[in-house]
């Protein structure tokens, strides 16, 4: 039995986690492949010190790398210290953050900061975490290899969210990984990453390591692949806001992939495709509860199980404005704006128009707050020169998305949800929702997500 396994940021976040990964690891039957992200945090900050390089901002990347050299090094010396591992591990960090520097000193002197430098930078947490993971198995005594996804994943230059080749990768990924796997060793390969055919480093996404298990399981045809995160797998809320939130045991592949469009942080969108072309089955497990069952994720679901309808919610966002002032509005500047952040790698999670108000209303990450304003006003700036349009910010929003299955009792999950923010008095900043009635958004305050979501995850009967 071949399985392949990803163990996100969170997972590997503290020397402690990386240990309790080898365990789960060790405790695996039949050829196993690992797939490991970045320590929590590490890309954003290699992107943000590189975007304030971009900036003239040089003292910010210094910092940066820093932090990123003594983190990454105290929990190379509590997992490695003592061992031949250590220094040839250390010297790699150190090599890969070097580079990090020499990336940022070019990006300063050019001055910007494109989706291809942004995509050679992001790769460094990748590689250094996969080094460390690797070594630490071999230190407990079995046979590890840690392999760079370029060398396997082969993608197209849609650098920023690059496309897989499945045929390059399944050719790529069977020549380096099966060798491996026959001799019994266990592979640790970089998530997040792939490589043009011309070995140009790409990535896959914001949380693409999920998406790269899935690849990789597709390429090797496995038997199932494993999501390792930090819940007990795809829940009815998230437990931080619901106590009583309750785990989906089974799902299919269309629910599931619903769920994760809509922002289910255990689940990058992408993954499911290419399990559910060859009916691999994934299971989302939870890495500080081993022992969970999790979500199943299969073809098709038992046909006795319980559907439930989930809330997917997501803070730490701010709202950005763009509007038309007296006549001035169309199709185009709104095309303008969508293509100008797209171009500048920043992450839209939702966006509404109106053009009775003039209005292009964009919902992105806080931390991509400045670096959105910042490409939007140069891409306006003779508008806003001539008062033709505004932009503006405003910070700590959330989206609350409710998600109803298909076959959910038959009863459309959209009014249900509109009728429990309206019960709460809620204030609902904008809106978006498909023409299907079994899924609805709010961007709301996120001062109210504490108190939206146990109120909505009560009134829905979960």
């Known amino acids: 039995m071949l399985s392949i396994h990803k163990f996100g940021g969170t997972s590997v976040g503290s020397a402690e986690r990386y240990a309790a990964v080898a365990g789960i690891i060790e405790g695996l039957e039949g050829e196993r492949v690992v797939v490991v992200s970045a320590m929590s945090g590490t890309t954003n900050a290699l992107i943000a010190g590189a975007r304030a390089a971009s900036e003239g901002n040089e003292a910010h990347h210094d910092e940066a790398r820093a932090a990123l050299l003594e983190r990454h090094l105290a929990t190379v010396d509590a997992l490695l210290g003592g061992s031949p591992e250590r220094d040839a591990v250390a010297a790699y960090v150190e090599e890969r953050l070097d580079d990090y520097q020499r990336l940022c000193r070019s990006i300063a002197t ?20 996969c080094r460390i993971l690797a070594a630490l198995l071999r230190r407990r005594g079995h046979r590890a290899e840690a392999v760079s ?9 849609t650098f ?42 790409t990535t896959l996404g914001r949380g693409g390591s999920d998406y790269s298990a899935a690849i990789l399981g597709a390429a090797l045809d496995a038997d199932e692949v494993c999501v390792w995160t930090d819940v007990d ?25 619903e769920l994760a469009y809509f922002g289910a942080d255990v689940l990058h969108p992408k993954t499911v495709a290419p399990l559910a072309e060859r009916g691999i089955p994934l299971r989302i497990l ?21 559907v439930l309808p989930a809330i997917i919610s997501t803070g730490g966002l701010s709202l950005l404005g763009l509007c038309g002032n007296g006549g001035f509005w169309s199709l185009q500047a709104a095309s303008r704006a969508l293509r100008c952040l797209a171009e500048s790698g920043a992450e839209v999670l939702m ?25 939007l006003r140069a891409e306006f700036a003779r ?15 959330a989206i609350l998305s409710v998600v109803g299955m ?42 109210d997500l504490a108190r939206a979501v146990p109120f909505i995850h009560h009134e829905l009967g979960l």
């Open 233 to 257: 797998g795809i829940l009815t809320a998230d437990p931080k806001l619901v106590l009583g939130a309750r785990v989906l045991r089974e799902l299919s592949y269309r629910e599931a992939e």
């Open 286 to 306: 939870n890495s500080t509860a081993p022992d969970h069952p999790g979500t199943l994720i299969v073809p098709r679901p038992n046909t006795a199980r319980q």
């Open 160 to 201: 920023g969210a690059a496309r897989p080749d499945m045929a390059a990768t399944r050719e790529a990924a069977g020549d380096t990984l099966r060798p491996l796997l026959a001799e019994g060793v266990i592979p640790v390969v970089t998530g997040y990453i792939g490589a043009t055919a011309r070995g140009v480093t």
């Open 383 to 397: 508008d806003l020169e001539l008062g033709a349009m505004d932009c503006t910010a405003a910070e700590d929003v």
């Open 406 to 447: 298909p076959d959910s009792n038959g009863a459309p999950i959209a009014p249900r949800a509109f009728a429990a923010l309206g019960a709460m008095g809620l204030h609902v900043i904008s809106v978006g929702q498909a023409a299907s009635a079994y899924s609805v958004s709010f961007v709301i305050a996120e001062a």
């Open 110 to 129: 050019l001055g910007e900061f494109t989706v291809r430098a942004s995509d050679a930078v992001a790769s460094i947490g990748e590689e250094m975490s």
């Open 351 to 375: 966006f509404s128009q109106s053009f009775t108000e003039r209005h292009l209303s964009l919902v992105v990450r806080r931390a991509d707050q400045a670096h959105c304003l910042r490409a």
């Open 149 to 157: 996804a370029t060398r396997l994943v082969r993608t197209d230059d």
